[in-house]
């Protein structure tokens, strides 16, 4: 890493270190929402996604899609919810949990 000085107002020098190559990184909360420990309707996102890319952003046609991870989004919630009343942490099902919990329920309710 390169270090450079820069001069803060009302401060002594104050010495950054900035990387040599540029570096893009995602922000804390996409990483997040792209976890699928965290996300359950990660598959339902992108779908919709794609959608609205394939379909030149016509919301009409992507109605469909849009149902559908409301509908997850509903689930999971009502599952959030009832391990909260229960006690049970983490309140979100991990991946391999919520796998358990589909072929219990009988597949995708959603």
Known sequence: M????????????????LPSKKTVRMP???????????NPCLSESDAS???LDENNYDRE???T?????KNCR???NSIVMQRRKNGVKPFMPTAAERDEILRAVGNMPY
């Open 49 to 51: 996604t794609r959608c």
């Open 28 to 38: 804390s909360v996409t990483q997040r929402l792209r976890d699928p420990d965290i």
């Open 2 to 17: 390169k270090c450079e000085e820069t001069h803060a107002p009302n401060s002594n020098w104050v010495y950054v270190m």
């Open 74 to 76: 509903r689930f999971w």
């Open 65 to 69: 899609y849009f149902l559908r991870y």
């Open 61 to 63: 046609r992507c109605s």
